[in-house]
Antibody
Framework: QVQLQESGPGLVKPSETLSLTCTVS????????WSWIRQSPGKGLQWLGYTFYSGSTTYNPSLSGRVTVSGDTSKNQFSLKLRSVTAADTAVYYCARVSVDRTSIHFDEWGQGTLVTVSS | QTVVTQEPSLTVSPGGTVTLTCASSTGPVTTNYYPNWFQQKPGQAPRALIY???SKYSWTPARFSGSLLGGKAALTLSAVQPEDEGEYYC??????????FGGGTKLTVL
């Protein structure tokens, strides 16, 4: 049973870079896409981006190029960097596994989420 | 910017049937959008329920089913249980543009 665990600072200052890591246990990151999703307090889910384990990435265009998602097969982890944060980036951040084949794409395994607050 | 629209809220009686829908601002939803459905309860991470329109996971209760209905993706809950109360999100795939989540439907079992 694969498990995902987010980690990183819970408080980030405005204009700085938010950095989170998702550690995958019980399975390899190879062969899958890996994604970050966030949820602002009391709001819905917003997809941020995903990366294939070998490096191909796709990002939410509404984030204006502020986001980078990357994987590290040696550590079985993947990471999120969100630059120039503001209070609007305060949210619970989830990592998720994305399984893709010829007939499906599905976000099947999720981490528990980690709250990141942007404040000075 | 692509918008995916769900009913903001629905109410259903225990034992009843309810259908949640998911529409795309780009036009009719087809199987090529690979609709996914998720359930989220307060304080918990989302849990995947349905993928590729109607496929279920091993943990998906049999009373949940997915389909396409009138140009939208649909999630039908039959014989609704009190524990089905929560927020439900759909997700649609837009190829090179990635994916978009719907705004969510708050389902009340009353």
């Amino acid at each position: 049973q694969v498990q995902l665990q987010e980690s990183g600072p819970g408080l980030v200052k405005p204009s700085e870079t938010l950095s989170l890591t998702c550690t995958v246990s019980g399975g390899s990151i190879s062969g899958y896409f890996w994604s970050w999703i966030r949820q602002s307090p009391g709001k819905g889910l917003q997809w941020l981006g995903y990366t294939f384990y070998s490096g191909s990435t796709t990002y939410n265009p509404s984030l204006s190029g502020r986001v980078t998602v990357s994987g590290d097969t040696s550590k079985n982890q993947f990471s999120l960097k969100l630059r120039s944060v503001t209070a609007a980036d305060t949210a619970v951040y989830y990592c998720a596994r994305v399984s893709v084949d010829r007939t499906s794409i599905h976000f099947d395994e999720w981490g528990q989420g980690t709250l990141v607050t942007v404040s000075s | 910017q692509t918008v995916v629209t769900q009913e903001p809220s629905l109410t259903v009686s225990p034992g009843g049937t309810v259908t949640l829908t998911c529409a795309s601002s780009t036009g009719p939803v087809t199987t090529n959008y690979y609709p996914n459905w998720f359930q989220q309860k307060p304080g918990q991470a989302p849990r995947a329920l349905i993928y590729s329109t109607s496929s279920k996971y091993s943990w998906t209760p049999a009373r949940f089913s997915g389909s396409l209905l009138g140009g939208k993706a649909a999630l039908t809950l039959s014989a609704v249980q009190p524990e089905d109360e929560g927020e439900y999100y759909c997700l649609l795939y837009y190829g090179g543009a990635g994916v978009v989540f719907g705004g969510g439907t708050k389902l009340t079992v009353l």
